[in-house]
Structures are given as structure tokens and as C-alpha cells.
């Protein structure tokens, strides 16, 4: 009897110091952005992965152009934890030239953040004609369709979850609804 008092005790005490450890943490994934990052501004999409949720969503900082950013979000049962994220500033509009703004987020298996559903890689078209985004790996030749979503404020975001064996080198490919190519335009990421 005494023994199962003691493993009590020091399975309690375990888990007030995991409680502890992790107090940080938020009842939703938006409300553990906003704790970690700031105010998120304008939400795009929040994309249920394994163990959490990636979140797209835009913040405008003073005068400076609007920056587009994507954060992973851990679930546990002690609540949201953000883990790791990025974004950019979007590019300027010039003319009738469509504009794409682009990021590569890098796997993150073996790092401090341990796991996410990374590589992405995503931006942003200001081609309205654009209803379709296809990415071809340049290393593998692997293509494949991004999703896209447009913001209540005619923002188009594609972005597409991919294997880090395609490289970080990627033609991306905007298309008409009749399938006939509106824009093209190559990324890189130096490896």
C-alpha cells in the first residue's frame, strides 16, 4: 500500500512539473499566435495537420508593405503551443505584371522545433485570371497543384506541403480556368 502511495506521489509530481513546464500554452491556435507573434491581422486559412494546425494569415506593420505568414501550431492535451513559423513582405504591384511573393519553409525533423509538416512552400499571385497554381520541382520534376484561397480582401494565397526530396528550387505555373497559362515564374532557396 505504501508503495502505491509513493508512485502516486511521484506520477502527481511529474505531472505538475510537466503542467508547469507548459503553461505557455493557448486554448486555441490563434490565441497562442497572437501570445507568441502579435495580432494576426487578417486570417487566410488554418490547415489541420498531424498534431496541430498550420495557419496562414497577413499583418500589416506600420507603413511598410503587408507581410504573409505561415506558423505551426502544436496540439496537445495542455492546449495550442506554437512551435515554429515564418513569413515575408509582399511585393509591390507594378502595372499589369502579375506579382508573386514566395517562401520555402524548411523540414524541421532533427531540429529544436523536432517535427512539422514542413517543407512548404507558399506566396501569394495579384493575377485575378490566376484560379490555378501548379509547382514544379526543378531537382525531381515532381509537380504538384496548390491549394489556393482568396482573402476578403482579393488576396490569393497557393501554398502546397511537399517532400523535401523535390528540392528547394520550384517553376510555378498560374493558370486560367481554361487551363491556359497566365503567368510563370521560377523560385529558388539557396541550398
Do not use: C
Not at 508547469?20 to 497562442?32: C, F, P, R, V
Not at 495580432?39 to 507581410?67: C, H, K, N, T
Not at 515575408?88 to 499589369?96: I, K, M, T, V, Y
Amino acid at each position: 500500500m505504501k508503495r502505491i502511495v509513493i508512485v502516486l506521489i511521484v506520477i502527481a509530481l511529474a505531472f505538475g512539473v510537466k503542467l508547469y513546464l507548459n503553461k505557455a500554452s493557448s486554448g486555441t491556435a490563434i490565441d497562442e499566435i497572437e501570445r507568441k507573434r502579435g495580432s494576426i491581422g487578417e486570417l487566410l486559412e488554418e490547415r489541420e495537420v498531424r498534431d496541430g494546425e498550420v495557419v496562414f494569415y497577413m499583418r500589416q506593420e506600420g507603413e511598410r508593405a503587408p507581410v504573409l505568414s505561415a506558423d505551426y501550431v502544436n496540439k496537445s492535451f495542455l492546449g495550442w503551443k506554437w512551435a515554429v513559423g515564418g513569413g515575408h513582405s509582399l511585393p509591390a504591384a507594378s502595372g499589369n505584371e502579375t506579382a508573386w511573393s514566395f517562401q520555402y519553409m524548411d523540414a524541421t525533423k532533427g531540429s529544436f522545433f523536432n517535427h512539422s509538416p514542413f517543407p512548404l512552400v507558399f506566396g501569394t499571385v495579384n493575377n485575378p485570371a490566376i484560379t490555378a497554381v501548379t509547382i514544379k520541382s526543378v531537382k525531381t520534376g515532381q509537380e504538384t497543384i496548390a491549394d489556393l484561397i482568396t482573402s476578403k480582401s482579393n488576396i490569393t494565397l497557393w501554398y502546397a506541403f511537399i517532400e523535401e526530396e523535390q528540392g528547394k528550387a520550384f517553376d510555378l505555373t498560374g493558370l486560367a480556368k481554361s487551363g491556359e497559362t497566365v503567368s510563370k515564374k521560377h523560385i529558388f532557396d539557396s541550398e
